[in-house]
């Protein structure tokens, strides 16, 4: 038996193309270009730090603005100012560790698990501080070792 054409699908049912939001943009023009600058130089940190995120990466083409080809000098650039320590490699970032439970790590309470209870903040420094009795009694035994 042959199948029955079904009729096409109307306009209105149909989906909406996608639209671009940069399609409408004008491109960013490359700041290596419009200076007119010959040569990127390594030595110049502050204008390489431009081009490097928050975390030490070296930004991409799209992000930064810059062409092809000065783009590619800013990377070797950056790559031989971080052999020579003028740059870092990363950037030294502070995050807050969370456990598995999403909770912070001083929210669990008293007690730590299978090594037993935790031990205060003030236990800890009480037995480590030196009176400075004590302190000027050691240095006084330890000159007189010395004689």
Do not use: W
């Not at 270009?33 to 110049?44: L, N, R």
């Not at 950037?91 to 299978?114: A, F, K, Y």
């Amino acid at each position: 038996m042959p199948r029955k054409n079904t009729p096409p699908v109307p306009k209105s049912r149909q989906r909406a193309p996608k639209i671009d939001p940069r399609r409408g943009q004008k491109k960013k023009p490359c700041s290596f270009c419009v200076h007119g600058t010959a040569h990127i130089d390594y030595k110049d940190i502050k204008s390489l730090s431009k081009y490097l995120s928050d975390r030490g990466k070296i930004r991409g083409r799209r992000v930064s603005g810059n062409c092809q080809q000065h783009q590619r000098d800013v990377t070797e650039a950056i790559k031989t100012a971080r052999e020579l320590a003028l740059l870092p490699y990363t950037q030294r970032t502070v995050t807050e560790r969370r456990t598995r439970g999403g909770r912070d790590r001083d929210d669990r309470g008293g007690e730590r698990g299978p090594r037993g209870p935790r031990a205060e903040s003030g236990d800890a420094t009480e037995s480590m501080e030196v009176t400075e009795a004590e302190f000027d009694a050691s240095e006084e035994s330890t000159e007189e070792g010395e004689e």
